[in-house]
């Protein structure tokens, strides 16, 4: 997997790696345990995920359904994203580390 440049808007976006090694059953709410460490060996990253609050993100309102603009920053260096989607509980982001890929094998 390699980093793309988002879109513009970033609500509900995937990496369209995801979709072709994509491990989730089709109605399933979450992934497994064994299918979310079967999606990072099939990508060959490990994935960060990053729980957000909308007040955290500015311009975005808690309704909102379009994140115009948004260019949200990895958490820490060498970090890229691959997923940016509205949970229950606010954004939730996926990073992508992929010099992690070495553990996964």
Do not use: C
């Not at 990496?15 to 709410?29: K, R, Y």
């Amino acid at each position: 997997m390699q980093p793309i440049e988002p879109p513009e808007n970033l609500f509900n976006w995937f990496h369209p790696d995801i979709e072709l090694f994509d491990t989730i059953e089709e109605g399933a709410e979450a992934y497994t345990r064994e299918q979310w460490a079967q999606l990072q060996m099939n990508l060959r990253v490990e994935i960060e995920t990053q729980l957000l609050d909308y007040d955290e993100i500015p311009n975005i309102p808690e309704d909102a359904v379009v994140w115009p603009n948004w260019k949200p920053e990895p958490p820490e260096q060498g970090l890229f994203l691959i997923a940016a989607f509205d949970s229950e509980d606010g954004p939730v982001l996926w990073w992508a580390n992929p010099k992690a890929e070495s553990k996964e094998k």
